[in-house]
C-alpha cells in the first residue's frame, strides 16, 4: 500500500483525517475511532497540545497508529519546546517510523487550560521547517553532523482566508522555500475565495490539501465566525444548517463538507482534503462515501 | 525606561513584619515617570505605612538609583537614619533594590515595586513594552517595529494563522504586530525585507547574567 507522500506525489486525490489524543490515558475511543478510518484515508494527523491544551503527546501516539497500520503526520508545534527538544523529538520520530512531520508555530497559551505555563517559541513554523530539512541533510540546526539522517516529509499550514492575506502569502512562500513539501490549510468554506488561494499556490511545486472542518450546527458556525481567526462560514450554509432543523444539522453538515470535498476533487482545485471532525472522526467514512471517495 | 508597578500592601506590610522604622529610597529616572518612585509615591507609602504603625525615618529620592557609586554619595548625608532602620526600602525597579544591596551588604533591603517591562510612555501614565533586551536587534529589517517584544510569540518571520483582521488572536485589543510590520515596510518601499527567512535568535546573546564593559578609550 502506498504511504501519504507517495499517493500525494502520485497526483491522487489524498484524503487525511485528525485525531486528537485525549487527556488522560484512556485512549480506547481514540483508537476506536482511528481504527474505523484504517485504510480509508492517506495519513492521519496526530494533533500537538491543540489549542495549547495539554493531552497525550502527539509522538507515542503517532507511532500507536504507525503500528495499527495508519501513516501518521507528526504534527509539531514550537509552543512547548526549545530547539534541542524539538530535533531529538524528530530524531526520535524517525527512528519510531513517522515519517511526516506538520510545523507550526503552535497556539497561544492563553488559549488553553495552563495560562500561566511559560512559552518557548525558541523558534517557529518557519524556522523549524529549515530543521527538518538540516535533519534530513544529515545536519543538526547546531551544523553538527548527524550519526543517520532523518527522512521526513515536511508539510505546513496556511490560513487562505486570513485577512489581510498579503502578509500571509509572503510566508506561505517563505515556508516553501524553507522546505514544506505540502500544506494542510485552515478550515475553508467558501470555495471561490479558496480558488483564488489555490490561483497563487499553483505557481509553486507545493501540494495543497484543503481544510475540511465538519460543521456540526449552525451554533458552531457562529461561534467560528466569531471566536475563530481565519475561518469564515458564509451566510448561505447556515441558513442552510438551520433550514435542516436541530435534528438534521449535523447531517446537512456531512452533505455540505462531502460536495464541498466533491467540487474540489471533481474541478481539480486542489490535491486533496484533511477533513476535521473533531471527535466525531466516525462520520468522516460517511463524508467521504457521500463525497464519492469511497 | 524600565516600568515599575507598586505591590499590592498586603504583600509589603507580610514582608516588612518584623521591622519597625525604615528608610525609603526612590528615583527620579523611570520609577518617578511610572509614579512609583517620585516624591509623591514615598510621602504617599510613609502614610500608608504610619497607619500600620511602621515608621520611616528618613527619605530621599536618588537621582539615578541604579548608578551604584553616584548613589552611595548621595547617600552619605543620610548615614545616621539608614544605619537606625531595620531595613531600607527601594521604590525603583529590581536594579535600583540590588544597587542598595551592594551598597550596603549588611543591611535588610526591599523593593516595593514589581519591575514589568522596557517600554515607552505612551500617553501620561501609560506605558507599553517596546523593547525585549534581546541582544540582537533586528529593527533594520522589520521596519522599526519589533515583532520580539509586540507579537506575543516572538515571530521573525510572519504572522501566524491567528492574526484577525489587523488585530492579535491573543486579545483583540492587541494588534497584530506582523500586519503592522508589513504594513509599515509596505509604505517605505521595503517589502522586500519580508521575504527574507530570518534565522532563529542567538539566545547566548541573552545570556544571563549579563555584563559589557565600556572600553577605556570611549570613556570620557
Known amino acids: 500500500m502506498k504511504n501519504f507522500r507517495e499517493v500525494l506525489e502520485s497526483g491522487e486525490f489524498t484524503i487525511t483525517a485528525e485525531c486528537g489524543p485525549p487527556k488522560g490515558t484512556d485512549i480506547k475511543e481514540m483508537l476506536e475511532h482511528a481504527r474505523h478510518l484504517l485504510g480509508k484515508i492517506h495519513g492521519i494527523n496526530v494533533t500537538d497540545n491543540q489549542s495549547a491544551v495539554m493531552r497525550i503527546a502527539s509522538l507515542p501516539v503517532c507511532r500507536l497508529l504507525h503500528e495499527m497500520g495508519h501513516d501518521p503526520i507528526l504534527q509539531m508545534t514550537c509552543r512547548d519546546r526549545n530547539r534541542l527538544a524539538l530535533q531529538s523529538d524528530l530524531l526520535g520520530a524517525y527512528i519510531l517510523g513517522i515519517r511526516n512531520v506538520l510545523c507550526m508555530t503552535g497556539d497561544h497559551v492563553s488559549a488553553g487550560d495552563h495560562k500561566s505555563a511559560k512559552t518557548v517559541y525558541d523558534i517557529e513554523s518557519v524556522q523549524l521547517l529549515r530543521v527538518v530539512d538540516g535533519l534530513n541533510h544529515g545536519k543538526d540546526m547546531a551544523g553538527n553532523d548527524l550519526k543517520g539522517p532523518t527522512k521526513l516529509f515536511p508539510g505546513a499550514v496556511v490560513t487562505p482566508e486570513s485577512n489581510p492575506i498579503e502578509p500571509q502569502l509572503i510566508k506561505f512562500e517563505k515556508k516553501i522555500k524553507a522546505g514544506a513539501r505540502f500544506f494542510q490549510t485552515q478550515a475553508i468554506y467558501d470555495i471561490p475565495k479558496f480558488r483564488k488561494f489555490m490561483k497563487v499556490a499553483r505557481n509553486f511545486d507545493v501540494k495543497i490539501l484543503a481544510g475540511i472542518l465538519l460543521l456540526k450546527n449552525a451554533g458552531m458556525a457562529n461561534y467560528l465566525n466569531k471566536f475563530v481567526p481565519g475561518i469564515t462560514v458564509p451566510e448561505s450554509l447556515i441558513e442552510e444548517l438551520k433550514a435542516a432543523g436541530k435534528e438534521e444539522a449535523l447531517d446537512k453538515g456531512i452533505d455540505i463538507a462531502a460536495r464541498q470535498i466533491r467540487e474540489l476533487k471533481d474541478d481539480k482545485v486542489c490535491d486533496g482534503v484533511h477533513i476535521m471532525a473533531i471527535g466525531l472522526e466516525n462520520k468522516v467514512p460517511i463524508i467521504m462515501e457521500k463525497a464519492g471517495l469511497l | ?220
Open chain 2, 1 to 220: 525606561m524600565i516600568i515599575s508597578k507598586q505591590k499590592d500592601m498586603e504583600e509589603i506590610l507580610n514582608f516588612l513584619k518584623g521591622g519597625k522604622s525604615f528608610f525609603l529610597l526612590g528615583c527620579s529616572e523611570c520609577a518617578a515617570l511610572c509614579g512609583t518612585g517620585d516624591d509623591k509615591a514615598l510621602n504617599e507609602m510613609e502614610e500608608k505605612l504610619a497607619k500600620s504603625g511602621k515608621k520611616t525615618i528618613g527619605k530621599f529620592v536618588a537621582k539615578i538609583g541604579c548608578q551604584v557609586l553616584g548613589t552611595k554619595i548621595e547617600l552619605k548625608p543620610f548615614k545616621e537614619a539608614i544605619d537606625e532602620a531595620d531595613a531600607i526600602l527601594v521604590m525603583s525597579c529590581g536594579a535600583g533594590t540590588q544597587a542598595m544591596v551592594e551598597v550596603y551588604p549588611d543591611k535588610e533591603v526591599y523593593s516595593l515595586n514589581d519591575t514589568l517591562f522596557l517600554g515607552n510612555m505612551t500617553r501620561f501614565r501609560q506605558f507599553d513594552e517596546r523593547c525585549s533586551l534581546c541582544g540582537e536587534c533586528i529593527l533594520d529589517k522589520t521596519g522599526g517595529i519589533c515583532p520580539v517584544t509586540l507579537c506575543p510569540k516572538g515571530l521573525l518571520n510572519g504572522p501566524c494563522g491567528g492574526t484577525n483582521n489587523g488585530k492579535c488572536e491573543v486579545s483583540p485589543d492587541l494588534e497584530c504586530a506582523w500586519v503592522r510590520i508589513y504594513e509599515r515596510l509596505k509604505r517605505i518601499g521595503q517589502l522586500d525585507k519580508m521575504k527574507e527567512i530570518l534565522e532563529p535568535k542567538d539566545y547566548s546573546k541573552h545570556f544571563k547574567p549579563s555584563a559589557l564593559k565600556a572600553k577605556k578609550d570611549e570613556k570620557k
